[in-house]
């Protein structure tokens, strides 16, 4: 089966003459690159070199063109090992490869959680780098239980609980996970039975971390007959329930939230209306992190004490924002003294833009948006010069940009949101 062109596999798949354990994990794959492939091109596919990825890139490989990427975080001496191993696999099999890096040694707070927030990003700049607008992940059914079960843990809520997605957007790529409803087991089973090894990472045994504890759990729960194929089920259920509640935001926000320069604007009267507090507590948690561009939620107690305040505060700071209310609408900005004395060339991303131009060379950024438009009109005051590929009143302190009001770019200068649009960030990913 391992040199088999995709459309003799596709053929056979149809006609049934698939060993089934293999079947339903090809036709399991085809149904997630069918629903979300947008055009033919080559796919990446992120391996660790663990089984499930490997399973991953081996599956997919027979299926369609495929470019492998693994990335090193430096936080393990095998690492550098565990690399070539995925080398080895791809190039004995012409698949391309390519090994990225990161640098562990600064990260702060959440180790395995800073280190994969880097790497979507690496992997991300990877893709778009080669044009590829879609990395499949290897994550499986016993992920998901493992995470339901953590995310229990921390009382989560719908959100949480619903679950990993099949399918995400990040860094201007789509994630997909076309093995989610798979089991561990079974992607073993496929690299049993076509001979392909891995390498066992041994933290994961390690039950200092708490994925390796949520995984000795599950196998506990086994005599309640509750399995990793179980709770997947369940994660799905209230997956549907939590995409009803997010449609019905997404509806709110068409109609009445808009973007204004990066700011996001509330309409207050409708604000007024939403009745139930969940929707209302969302649709500020998604202001407050698309504008913020913040990793992490806002704090809940926060953002329940401004629910709760709103009508009487016109100016309150919550999560790197300011939320001003007016008659007509609540704006959502950036808050000046979150983003002040950052200084980025032109080009590269600041807070959350890029910011490029003619006369981009040299060009620096201190503040953009309604926080620059606050610092742009005491600069004026002071009797600053203005710039000239700016609209007024942008501010330059000569080679420096230190203000911007984003609406006002002309000339061919652009900003754009990293992250895209607000009404993107309102899909849970
Ligand atoms: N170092 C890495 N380089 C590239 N992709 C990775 C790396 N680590 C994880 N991934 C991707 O993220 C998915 C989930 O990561 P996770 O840490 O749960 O997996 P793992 O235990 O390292 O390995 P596997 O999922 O392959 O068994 C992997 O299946 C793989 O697609």
Known sequence: MTETPPEALRAALEAGTVPPEDGALFWAAEAVLNLYLPKPGRIGVAVSGGSDSMATLALLSQLHAVAAVTVD????PEAAAEA??????????????????????RAEGNLMDAARRARLRLIGAWARGRGI????????????????????AREAGLEGLSGMREAFVEEEVLWL???????????????GRQGIGWVEDPSNQNPQFERVRARQALAMLAPLGLSA??????????????QAVSLSLQRL??????????????????????FDPETARRLINAALGWVSGAEYPPRAAKVLDFLTHWRTRRDSTLHGCRLIVGDEAIRITREAGAVTGLRVPSGQVWDRWILSGPEAPGLEIAALGEAG?????????????RPSALASPGV????????APLAGLENGWKARIVRGSFANALIRR
């Open 73 to 76: 975080h430096g936080l393990r």
């Open 396 to 403: 330059w302190r000569g080679e420096t940009l230190v203000a």
């Open 84 to 105: 070539a191993f995925v080398a080895r696999f791809c190039a004995d099999r012409g698949i391309p490869f390519t090994k990225l890096s990161w640098d562990g040694s």
């Open 373 to 385: 438009l606050k610092q742009a009109q005491t600069w004026r005051a002071a009797g600053l010069p």
């Open 229 to 242: 194929d179980k709770i997947t089920a369940v994660v799905g259920h209230l997956a549907m329930a939590e």
């Open 133 to 152: 607008r879609v990395v499949a992940l290897g994550h499986t059914a016993d992920d998901q239980a493992e995470t339901f079960l953590m995310r229990l």
């Open 253 to 274: 926000a068409a109609a009445h939230v808009r973007e204004d320069a990066g700011d996001v604007l509330i309409e207050a009267q409708a604000f007024r209306n939403i």
């Open 177 to 191: 996970r076309p093995f989610l409803g798979q089991s561990r087991a079974d992607l073993r089973g496929y690299l």
